[in-house]
């Protein structure tokens, strides 16, 4: 059973925008912080944001902070992650995830879990 679906990706340009958005079951979404992931190519995966289960409190990875913001809606089962002024070095397989059983989210990046498929996100320079 899915549960996890992050949807929104695709091929920009530099310096434009995207808004990822990823739908949960209303299970994961109701309970859990929520993070967004990426893998570049030939790369490890790294974290990129996660947001705590009410929504007050967020972390960025240094590489993001100040273009990409994060946001849920847990009364429509949705995190968001819009992304500003995008760069090459964004390009990357997105990912969300679940940071079940904690409500709260985890500097450390580890501890996350019911990951989607992904979605692709390509900037052109």
């Excluded at 809606?73 to 995190?79: R, S």
């Excluded at 990046?109 to 990951?115: D, S, T």
């Amino acid at each position: 059973q899915v549960q996890v679906v992050e949807s929104g990706g695709g091929l920009v340009q530099e310096g434009r925008s995207l808004r990822l958005t990823c739908t949960a079951s209303a299970f994961i979404v109701n309970n859990f912080a929520m993070a967004w992931f990426r893998q570049p190519p030939g790369k490890e995966r790294e974290g990129v944001s996660c947001i705590a289960l009410r929504g007050d409190s967020t972390i960025y990875s240094d590489s993001v902070k100040g273009r990409f913001t994060i946001s849920r809606d847990n009364a429509n089962k949705a995190v968001y992650l819009q992304m500003n002024s995008l760069k090459p070095e964004d390009t990357a397989m997105y990912y969300c995830a679940a940071r079940a059983p904690f409500s709260d989210c985890s500097t450390s990046w580890r501890g996350y879990n019911n990951w989607g498929q992904g979605t692709q996100v390509t900037v052109s320079s």
